[in-house]
Each structure stands twice: as structure tokens, then as C-alpha cells.
T-cell receptor, first 113, second 117 residues
Framework: EDQVTQSPEALRLQEGESSSLNCSYTVSGLRGLFWYRQDPGKGPEFLFT?????EEKEKERLKATLTKKESFLHITAPKPEDSATYLC??????????????WGLGTSLAVNP | GAVVSQHPSRVICKSGTSVKIECRSLDFQATTMFWYRQFPKKSLMLMAT?????????EQGVEKDKFLINHASLTLSTLTVTSAHPEDSSFYIC?????????????FGPGTRLTVL
């Protein structure tokens, strides 16, 4: 069964304390892995798309990496404004034009000043 | 770029009434739009996928007669919750995607908080 699992479920960091969030997937053909950030009461904000193992992308304090089984979202020297829920999703390879994503449950990150 | 708007952002209605939510892609043409529902502290639950000019594809367990979706143009999709009941209270979010440039990303609207009394 196609599945996306994120860990940890919740993470509390001190400002400046770097860490990583994990997104592991078991899918029958990956056609893109996506990271989003969601603030309470708002829609998800797109962060990164990764397509192949070994690919890396960076944006400010965030860096996303991808292997054949998982993706990491590295947060370097986080600030309180990085507090949010981080969602991971994968798009499967299929015969049709189905662009549906399979979503993880998210990691709730809190950064204390 | 890639801005998606939703209207209204918040709606309170009486049980039995219908509510329409609009989703617009403001600066790109969305070949596909998605409607999600999200419960507190839960991840996104896909309700349906709609392509411009064709009928929406609903996920298993989602009543198509209750959640009417119209994707009339490349920049507008609407979700109508018909005969709403308290159990329909939720956070509804749309997203839009384009095939341009081979991109697969979905860009999300800010969401609509529906409360049915």
C-alpha cells in the first residue's frame, strides 16, 4: 500500500538549535515529493519539490534532500517564525493523468526564543 | 507568482442551507484544481479533483450530490456544500495546479472555515 510517514509528530527546538524532519515513503513509483509549510488556520505554503534520489534544494534556513526511501527537511539555526506544521506529500507514477498527492500527517515544529 | 485565493474565508450558516466557496488562481491558469477538507490537527483529506470543463472525480466516501464542484474556467472552481449539517463544519482548502513547464506543484488557497449551526 502506498504510504507516507512523517516523524517526529511534534518537535520543540530552542532558537538556533538545528534539526531534521523525516518523511519516509513506500510507493510504487515516485513522481515527485513535495514539502509544504502550514500555519494554523491557513492553507499550506509550497516549499520544495524533489524528483530524484540525491536531489537537494535550499531556501533560507531550510534544505530538503531525497533518497530512494525518504526525504529530510533540515532546519539550520531555526527562528521562532519557523514554527509551523511541515507537511510532506508524494505524487505517484500512474498510467493516467492523475495528479493526486498522498499526504503525510505532518510534523508540528515549535521554536522557542 | 502562483497565488490562489478563496472566498469567503469564514462562513457561518444554519443547518439545511447551502454554501458556495470560490477558489481562484490569480496569476496562472489552473488545468486542475483540488478540494480538500482538514480537521483540527489532522492532515489534508482530498475530497475531489476537477479538470477545467469536465466533471470532478470524487474520492471514495465523498458524496458528490452533497459537495457539488464546478470548474467552469481555467481560473475558477467552486465547491457548494448543499443542505449543510453540523457535521459538515470543517476547514475547506482548495489548491490549483498547472501543467505548464512540467510542474506538478499544487498551490493552495488560504482556506475557508465553515461552521454549520
Amino acid at each position: 500500500e502506498d504510504q507516507v510517514t512523517q516523524s517526529p509528530e511534534a518537535l520543540r527546538l530552542q532558537e538556533g538549535e538545528s534539526s531534521s524532519l523525516n518523511c519516509s515513503y513506500t510507493v510504487s513509483g515516485l513522481r515527485g515529493l513535495f514539502w509544504y509549510r502550514q500555519d494554523p488556520g491557513k492553507g499550506p505554503e509550497f516549499l520544495f519539490t524533489l524528483y530524484s534520489a540525491g536531489e537537494e534544494k535550499e531556501k533560507e534556513r531550510l534544505k530538503a534532500t531525497l533518497t530512494k526511501k525518504e526525504s529530510f527537511l533540515h532546519i539550520t539555526a531555526p527562528k521562532p517564525e519557523d514554527s509551523a506544521t511541515y507537511l510532506c506529500a508524494v505524487r505517484l507514477r500512474d498510467a493516467g493523468n492523475n495528479r493526486k498527492l498522498i499526504w503525510g500527517l505532518g510534523t508540528s515544529l515549535a521554536v522557542n526564543p | 507568482g502562483a497565488v490562489v485565493s478563496q472566498h469567503p474565508s469564514r462562513v457561518i450558516c444554519k443547518s439545511g442551507t447551502s454554501v458556495k466557496i470560490e477558489c481562484r488562481s490569480l496569476d496562472f491558469q489552473a488545468t486542475t484544481m483540488f478540494w480538500y477538507r482538514q480537521f483540527p490537527k489532522k492532515s489534508l483529506m482530498l475530497m475531489a479533483t476537477s479538470n477545467e470543463g469536465s466533471k470532478a472525480t470524487y474520492e471514495q466516501g465523498v458524496e458528490k450530490d452533497k459537495f457539488l464542484i464546478n470548474h467552469a474556467s481555467l481560473t475558477l472552481s467552486t465547491l457548494t456544500v448543499t443542505s449543510a449539517h453540523p457535521e459538515d463544519s470543517s476547514f475547506y482548502i482548495c489548491s490549483a495546479s498547472t501543467l505548464a513547464g512540467g510542474h506538478n506543484e499544487q498551490f493552495f488557497g488560504p482556506g475557508t472555515r465553515l461552521t454549520v449551526l
